[in-house]
């Protein structure tokens, strides 16, 4: 058929795409030559007919890539409009249409050669040819893609170097828009930086792609994505690309589905039916088709926009997503089974899949699923975040066979108490304690544009990233190294040093190891048993009565002393109450009244310290919340400890290791609280495990990252012994290698 008459066919049936006739010259190539992994882009013209042009059942255009070794690709093109930035005099990023909007394909590959391709369309009028061309890739120094290594608790990339993320959440801009990430993003990299969060959600979020419109006729809505958050998307993966940061992509929060929270979305969601979506609930989304139908929707933009790039580190369907109103493990369950499953389908370059809960102890049922490629914990409120970090990576890592990392962690949850840390200590313990306890990365700070960036902390990222340059995580398939802790000949100073023990993570749900009752028992070392199961929160006998978890300690105190309860926060709905019994006999009871019961303010009046004498000797110490609600609570024992007050944290194989070791009084929490870190004679470190022979030894600053010390230590026995500096207040870090 003569060209003329197929175009004007095209132009009677009302398309929107360029005439086959004009065969590959309606498609403009972005290169004839691209580097392994690097992007191509195809632009094919759209005149804008489709009524959704973001709907595949109304405009299905696919790119068809045929590899050098002859294996297809299907990759889904994508609506796009132009856009350029600037600033008004205000400073806010302002972008402004640059051209007409088309449709894009992109594409990136590893294998070296010559590639062809051809591009159809389907839509009402049936499927047609666009054209094709040929493209060649040739070696360039790209490392692709994350993936999980054969070791079971980290990653690697397709070069087969390892990757260890180093970085904080940085999920949405302010005014600045793209700005603001030009200036985090360029810190953050500039001090060892190599991964960051994006939010994709929610109406008041620049990076939001999918909202209510924000008047008539504005084009966005259910089922289509606002093309300004997704140019800054754009923007903010390129500039990752260029400075080595990859992005975990979370493509949904429980603020969608909050309710009635203080930051609920529910009423602004597009999938609520009184926005004309398809869920009369919350809980609807995860089972009502159409909504599965739109979030797949969803999930074919993201891949067909941003698969293509390395800089995408992973896909993340959910922030928090315990949150929700009327949430449901079953449900919840299955539907991520289903979409990690249709993610999986439609993403050729099969980049890594996880979600989030904000209960620290997650959710099994969802975590252990084999479409979740690694598990991830956040944590708010402890007061040491290094015994927190350390006891869940190395029990959800073990759990799961998974890598596991910390998402999100914070002082608290309202970020008040960041103002008691301006130094970053709560940051500087996460960060170290987590590249000792078998994590995939560094635990991930919230708090980047009012905490990070205001108070420059973003060098607290360097040293850990200089400390772990060039260890290939994966190739030594670290252990916990078997540690005995003593001071130093001549250096026993007498005495017996106070500990504290910090639950690690707390639950508000029925099905929790949280909430029940448990032993732990509390050794003269500073180890104590079951740990990883101790709350933060105190559960009372009214409001959740089969949350009730009173904890029962079995200690052994070498001399007299006290075992204090350390309140700080009690419920607002109907108050607490403490009782500590020790050996079956009631030694204090402490009333918590709700003193506003309208309010529902968490209480502070109550923090403090709530001690009891105990006398040398084994006792059996009960702590339990008697009153209607909840109280949170940590625990100190003084005049207990034999040895050092330190915390060692070590992995190691057979040749080499990596031993942490901090004094435990160096939280952000003392500082707080006006504690000081008392110094710590020289002790004696003994790592077991290794294979006989000579060791170098590097002993490193933390805070500066540069090696402070090295020495050889001969080993006989497969016994390594590390002597820590005198008067340690802070921490220090080590490094053994097998010469």
Known sequence: MPILLVSLFITLCGLSLASPGAGAAAIAQSATTVGQFQKLELTIPSRGAYANPFDPAQVDITGAFVTPS???????????????????????????????????????????????????????????????????????????????????????????????????????????????????????????????????????????????????GDGNGLGRYDQQ?????????????????????????????????????????????????????????????????????????????????????????????????????????????????????????????TTSYGDTTGDPAVDGLPEMDFVQSHSYGSKDLAGTVNSVDLDKAVRYGKPHYFGEFGADVTGRDNASDPEGIHLHNGLWAAVHSRSAGTAMLWWWDNYVEPSHLYSQFSPIAAYVAGVDWPKEDYSPAPVTVRYAPGQDPGTYA?????????????????NQSHTCMVGRDGSVSNLELLSRVQHGVVNHLNWHNPVTFEVNYPAAGTFEVLVSGVSGYGGAGLTISLDGARALAADFPDTSPDAHQTMRQYDGSHSINVPAGPHTIVVEDTGADWFNVSYRLTNYLRGPNLRVLALANATSGLVWVQNRDHTWWNHRSGISSQPINPSEITLGGFTP?????????????????????????????ITTPAGLTTDVAYKIRKQ
């Open 70 to 216: 002859g294996r297809t690709i299907r990759v889904p093109g994508f609506f796009f409009q132009p856009y350029t930035r600037s600033r008004d005099a205000d400073g806010r990023e302002v972008l402004s249409a640059a051209g007409s909007p088309v449709f894009k394909i992109r594409f990136a590959w590893g294998e070296a050669g010559r590639y062809r391709y051809e591009v159809t369309v389907k839509d009402a009028s049936g499927l047609r040819r666009l054209g094709g061309g040929t493209f060649a890739v040739r070696s360039a120094a790209n490392a692709g893609f994350v993936r999980r290594s054969a070791s079971p608790f980290y990653f690697r990339l397709d070069s087969g170097a390892p990757y260890f993320p180093i970085g904080e959440n940085v999920c949405w801009p302010g005014g600045g828009g793209t700005y603001d990430y030009d200036n985090w993003m360029s810190q953050l990299g500039g001090h060892g930086g190599n991964y960051l969060r994006l939010w994709l959600i929610n109406e008041w979020n620049k990076l939001g792609l999918e909202r209510l419109p924000a008047s008539p």
């Open 229 to 353: 958050a997704a140019w800054r998307i754009d923007y903010i993966l390129s500039l990752g690309e260029r400075l080595g940061i990859r992005a975990l992509m979370c493509i949904e929060s429980f603020n969608s589905l909050d309710a009635g929270g203080e930051y609920g979305n529910w009423k602004q969601f597009p999938y609520n039916q009184a926005n004309g979506g398809p869920c009369a609930a919350p809980p609807g989304f995860f089972t009502n088709a159409d909504a599965k139908r739109l979030f797949q929707q969803r999930l074919r933009y993201l891949v067909a926009r941003w698969g293509y790039s390395t800089s995408v580190f992973a896909w993340e369907f959910w922030n928090e997503v315990d949150i929700v109103t009327g949430y449901d493990s079953a449900s919840v369950a299955g539907w991520h089974r289903e979409m990690g499953r249709y993610l999986r389908s439609i993403d050729p370059w099969a980049h890594l899949i």
């Open 498 to 514: 106070s500990m504290a023990i910090e639950p690690p993570g707390e639950s508000w749900g029925d099905d929790s190891v949280c």
């Open 693 to 721: 022979g000579a060791y170098r030894i590097e002993q490193w600053d933390t805070t500066t990252g540069a090696v402070a010390n090295t020495v050889t230590y001969t080993s006989s026995d497969g016994s390594v012994v």
